[in-house]
């Protein structure tokens, strides 16, 4: 099920602005790889690119090449629709569907694809998902009420409970407890070392002791200055980033001398 | 602390927090007090050249106002005094912009009461020479044609307002965009005489049909339809759209089952309030659907009444004596404006009932 992700060359573009800058990565399958980096770098906008997100923003547009277990992302007989079926995503900020209740969204995913299922199964596919995204005991009182009431570190576990619901081969998170408590934020992260059993997963992270914890890849994007494009600077297993990178400016940014 | 237990009168008091200023405030009648007083001096005066209601109003105002803002600037200092001279300018403003609102529906309202019977509601002018008679016809051929109005018109106008919003790149809806601001000043005569010189290529010159007003009426409320559909498609966030997409569902399904759930409230009301705009049109059911005595249901055949046309043949050609018309003409108005206002309500109600809730 887990899909290996090789990236080669990519180059991001909005519009005339390069965003990202010459990317090589193999993204390996069953584990989770950590993008770490300053703000505006370029992580959200390569996280997006790996689902095909990117080019919903008018005159986005990439070049290069995603190949996905030997399959071009980009290629011409590819619908973007099927690759995000099978690449799931949490956003940086919470979007629940403002519509709908608790329960509906978290069977969103399964519903707007018209899959039928029965009332049981979707109930248990209801508790799984919550259960797994910690939200299960705050929210099993009253799952028909509006997913929007939530606070903001609630949504954000709904959003990441509607995300699993789908269960996706690869899943890519942005920031995904960057609103969340301490006890949130492990439960989480239990839950990404669950996945990755199965699933690949992507995780766009600012916590530096996140990405050392739970990942085994990671990867540094930086920009070479104002207006520049983000390049990925160095990518490599997690032990070795954090105790002995081969990048000064990798070394700079984990022990916070940086800029 | 000191700030607020100071019994200091003086306008700067440096406390602990630096210099934060301190006003004494008239109290609340007292500004009231003043205000009266410059009127009353006004109403004086315009005894004393004469009274007449409207001179006494105006003096009353300008010199309650000029007073209060004299009397403030003296006891409670400068800011103060502009902020309550501004506040009564807004005020009045007000208050001269709803004057003609208030008289227009007084004069409706005591005129058209007189017809507000019964026989106004269930009966036609079929036979009917002067008194007596009734609106029902005007009033079942205005709902009709309302009605056929906006099946042809809501469709068209949500559709161009999806493809603008979701689909449009490029000179296409450039294009679109322009065509529906200048139907949207199109004058509504010209959008009847349209109607009238389509249906007469089909059906020779002369044809009267209420098919036809819908028509010319569609000219008029698409564009309105469009537009505010257009500006409501857009406040529902990206986020949400990207949400859907990042959950593998196609852009014709996120439409269907995000954007457009998450605009329904605003969806209704802008449909509501196009319809109220054109419901009481006049010149182009002059012309597409002229006017008849007797009740016909048929948008597809011959004649049908409508309200405003019903009106303006009441007023025009009342006969003799032109009492009765006249009284029929001002309930018919009143009922138009009835139907106006429940549409409004109507739009409050749905954008209440259809607004996503937060459940808090
Ligand atoms: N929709 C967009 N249109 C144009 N430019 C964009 C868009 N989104 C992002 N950018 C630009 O692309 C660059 C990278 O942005 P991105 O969101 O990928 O940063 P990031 O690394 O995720 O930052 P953060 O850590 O703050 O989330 C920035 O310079 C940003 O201004
Ligand atoms: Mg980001």
């Given at each position: 099920?887990?899909?290996?992700?090789d990236?080669?060359?990519?180059?991001i573009y909005?519009?005339?602005f390069k965003?990202v800058?010459g990317?090589?990565?193999?993204?390996?399958?069953?584990?989770i790889?950590?993008?770490i980096?300053p703000?505006?770098c370029?992580?959200?906008?390569f996280l997006r690119?790996?689902?095909?997100?990117?080019?919903?923003?008018?005159?986005?547009?990439?070049?290069?090449?995603?190949?996905?277990?030997?399959?071009d992302?980009?290629?011409?007989?590819v619908?973007p629709?099927?690759?995000?079926?099978?690449?799931?995503?949490v956003f940086?900020?919470?979007n629940?569907?403002?519509t709908?209740?608790?329960?509906?969204?978290v069977?969103a995913g399964?519903?707007?694809n018209s899959?039928?299922?029965k009332?049981a199964?979707?109930d248990?596919?209801?508790?799984r998902?919550?259960?797994?995204a910690?939200?299960w005991?705050?929210?099993?009182d009253?799952?028909?009420?509006?997913?929007?009431?939530?606070?903001?570190?609630q949504?954000?576990?709904?959003?990441?409970?509607r995300?699993?619901a789908?269960?996706?081969?690869?899943?890519?998170?942005?920031e995904?407890c960057s609103?969340?408590?301490?006890i949130s934020?492990l439960?989480i992260e239990?839950?990404m070392?669950?996945?990755k059993?199965?699933?690949?997963?992507?995780?766009?992270?600012?916590?530096?002791?996140?990405?050392?914890?739970?990942?085994?890849?990671?990867?540094?994007?930086?920009?070479?200055g104002?207006?520049?494009?983000?390049?990925?600077?160095?990518?490599?297993p997690?032990?070795?980033i954090f105790?002995?990178?081969?990048q000064k400016?990798?070394?700079?940014?984990i022990?916070?001398?940086?800029? | 602390?000191s700030?607020?237990?100071?019994?200091?009168?003086?306008t700067?008091?440096?406390?602990?927090l630096?210099?934060i200023s301190?006003h004494?405030r008239?109290?609340?009648?007292?500004?009231?007090?003043?205000?009266?007083?410059?009127a009353?001096a006004?109403?004086?005066?315009?005894?004393v050249?004469?009274?007449?209601?409207?001179?006494?109003?105006?003096?009353?105002v300008?010199?309650?106002?000029?007073?209060?803002h004299?009397?403030?600037r003296l006891l409670?200092?400068?800011r103060?005094?502009?902020?309550r001279?501004v506040?009564a300018?807004v005020?009045?403003?007000f208050a001269?912009a709803?004057?003609?609102l208030v008289?227009l529906?007084?004069?409706v309202?005591?005129?058209?009461t007189?017809?507000?019977?019964?026989?106004f509601?269930?009966?036609?002018?079929f036979?009917?020479?002067n008194e007596?008679?009734?609106?029902?016809?005007?009033?079942m051929?205005t709902l009709?044609?309302?009605?056929v109005?906006a099946?042809i018109?809501?469709?068209?106008g949500?559709l161009?307002?999806?493809?603008?919003?979701?689909?449009?790149?490029?000179?296409l809806?450039?294009?679109?965009?322009?065509?529906?601001?200048?139907?949207?000043g199109?004058?509504?005569?010209v959008?009847?005489?349209?109607?009238?010189?389509?249906?007469?290529?089909?059906f020779?010159?002369?044809v009267?049909?209420?098919?036809?007003?819908?028509?010319?009426?569609?000219?008029?409320?698409t564009?309105?339809?469009?537009r505010?559909?257009?500006e409501?498609?857009k406040?529902v966030?990206?986020e949400?759209?990207?949400a859907s997409?990042?959950l593998?569902?196609?852009?014709?399904?996120?439409?269907?089952?995000?954007?457009i759930p998450?605009?329904?409230a605003?969806?209704?009301t802008?449909?509501?309030?196009?319809i109220a705009?054109?419901?009481?049109?006049?010149?182009?059911?002059?012309?597409?659907?002229?006017?008849?005595?007797?009740?016909n249901?048929?948008?597809?055949?011959?004649r049908?009444?409508?309200?405003p046309v019903?009106?303006?043949y009441?007023?025009t050609?009342?006969?003799?004596?032109?009492?009765?018309?006249?009284?029929r003409?001002w309930t018919a108005a009143?009922?138009?404006?009835i139907l106006?206002?429940a549409?409004?309500?109507?739009?409050?109600?749905?954008?209440?009932f259809?607004a996503?809730?937060t459940?808090?």
């Open positions: 099920m887990a899909k290996r992700i990236v080669s060359d990519l180059d909005y519009g005339n965003a800058e990317v090589n990565i193999s993204i390996e399958p069953r584990s790889t950590a993008l980096g703000s505006g370029g992580k959200s906008t690119s790996l689902n095909r997100m990117h080019e919903v923003v008018p005159g986005a547009r990439i070049e290069g090449k995603v190949v996905i277990d030997g399959q992302l980009y290629g011409s007989d619908d629709v099927d690759v995000r079926r099978q690449i799931g995503m940086q900020r919470p629940p569907f403002p709908m209740s608790i329960y509906d969204n069977v399964v519903r707007l899959t039928k299922l009332r199964a979707l248990e596919l209801v508790e998902s919550l259960r797994a910690n939200l005991t705050e929210v099993k009253r799952l028909d009420r509006p997913g929007a009431g939530l606070s903001g570190g949504q954000q576990r709904l959003c990441i409970a995300a699993i789908v269960e996706p081969e690869v899943l890519l998170m942005d995904p609103a969340l408590d301490p934020t439960a239990d839950l070392t669950q996945l059993e199965r699933f690949t997963i992507v995780i766009v992270t600012h916590n530096m002791q996140q990405a050392a914890r739970v990942s085994e890849f990671t990867g540094f994007f930086n920009l070479a104002v207006g520049q494009p983000g390049r990925l600077v160095e990518f490599n997690t032990e070795k105790s002995n990178p081969d400016s990798t070394e700079d940014y022990s916070g001398r940086f800029g | 602390m700030t607020s237990t100071s019994p200091a009168p003086a700067t008091s440096a406390g602990p630096g210099s301190q004494r008239l109290p609340r009648f007292g500004a009231a007090g003043i205000f009266a007083v410059g009353a006004g109403i004086m005066l315009s005894a050249t004469g009274f007449a209601l409207v001179l006494a109003a105006i003096y009353a300008v010199l309650g106002t000029a007073g209060l004299v009397g403030s409670e200092g400068r103060t005094a502009a902020d001279l506040t300018l005020r009045i403003a001269l709803m004057v003609p008289w529906v007084w004069t309202v005591s005129k058209g007189a017809r507000l019977d019964g026989a509601f269930n009966q036609s002018m036979g009917i020479a007596g008679g009734g609106a029902y016809h005007a009033i051929g009709i044609i309302t009605a109005t099946v018109s809501v469709p068209v949500l161009t307002a999806i493809y603008l919003v979701e689909y449009g790149h490029g000179k809806p450039k294009a679109i965009n322009l065509l529906v601001d200048v139907m949207t199109i004058p509504s005569i959008a009847g005489l349209f109607a009238y010189a389509l249906f007469s290529l089909f020779g010159p002369g009267r049909l209420g098919i036809a007003g819908a028509v010319a009426l569609s000219v008029l409320m564009p309105v339809v469009v505010s559909a257009e409501v498609f406040l966030p990206n949400l759209r990207e997409y990042a593998g569902v196609p852009k014709w399904r996120t439409i269907v089952k995000v954007v998450t605009a329904i605003g969806l209704g802008g449909i509501t309030l196009a705009r054109v419901i009481g049109e006049t010149a182009p059911l002059l012309v597409t659907v002229g006017i008849t005595a007797v009740t249901l048929d948008p597809f055949n011959g049908i009444a409508t309200l019903f009106a303006y009441q007023l050609r009342p006969g003799v004596p032109p009492e009765f018309a006249v009284d003409a009143f009922i138009l404006i106006v206002m549409l409004n309500v109507v739009a409050r109600l749905i954008s209440r259809f996503p809730k459940g808090r």
